[in-house]
């Protein structure tokens, strides 16, 4: 049985409401995670400050790029 043009209108409102729940939960739990970057990098700092890192031979930060493996080089090599 086809669905009428107002029963399709409200199938579209539900789905917006829907979409609309979720992109506010997800910018929720993405401020959440910068909060957390904000905090984990402010313990790293302290930790370097007060020397527990050399205290205990303990490298927290990276200091290098990770380099990219030769397959992926050659591949954008190749024409």
């Known amino acids: ?3 009428t043009p107002e029963q399709k209108i409200m199938e579209f409102e539900a789905k917006v409401k829907l979409l609309e729940k ?3 939960f997800l910018e929720h739990q993405a401020n959440i995670a910068d909060k957390k970057v904000i ?3 402010m313990m790293i700092n302290l930790a370097e400050k007060d020397g527990v890192a050399r205290r205990y031979q303990i490298d927290i930060r990276k200091n290098s790029q990770p380099e990219q493996s030769n397959n ?8």
């Open 39 to 41: 905090i984990f990098d």
């Open 72 to 79: 992926l080089l050659n591949k954008k090599r190749q024409p």
């Open 1 to 3: 049985m086809p669905k």
């Open 22 to 24: 979720q992109k506010a």
